[in-house]
Nanobody
Framework: VQLVESGGGSVQAGRSLRLSCAAS????????MGWFRQAPGKEREGVAT???????SVADSVKVRFTISQDNAKNTLYLQMNSLKPEDTAMYYC???????????????????WGQGTQVTVSS
């Protein structure tokens, strides 16, 4: 499985960005896909996940502002980020956990495949 993120950039607070993750080589019928982020000096944290049934979960810290979605025909995962804040500044990673679904999607250790990341910088 290969994952390639795009869509990051530098924006001012209050603006929006949409991240994309193009997946290839996926042979799993059941899976979790997720967006994670890591700011300098901080641990990697989950932002949003979605499974092969389309069940999505979004972290409380971004729940009102971020939306995760997937286009199965394009094998692409998205993260729509609205009303961005400086604290959203981080490297954002796309990841896949094959053979997991539902509540298992929240387990960081389940994700075996990772993209290279895309930087999001939000200025005040």
């Amino acid at each position: 499985v290969q994952l390639v993120e795009s869509g990051g950039g530098s924006v001012q607070a209050g603006r929006s960005l949409r991240l994309s993750c193009a997946a290839s080589g996926n042979t799993y019928r059941t899976y979790c896909m997720g967006w994670f982020r890591q700011a300098p000096g901080k641990e990697r944290e989950g932002v949003a996940t979605i499974d092969s049934d389309g069940i999505a979960s979004v972290a409380d810290s971004v729940k009102v502002r971020f939306t995760i979605s997937q286009d199965n025909a394009k094998n692409t995962l998205y993260l729509q980020m609205n009303s961005l804040k400086p604290e959203d500044t981080a490297m954002y990673y796309c990841a896949e956990a094959g053979n997991y679904y539902g509540s298992w999607c929240s387990r960081l250790w389940a994700y075996k495949y990772w993209g290279q990341g895309t930087q999001v910088t939000v200025s005040s």
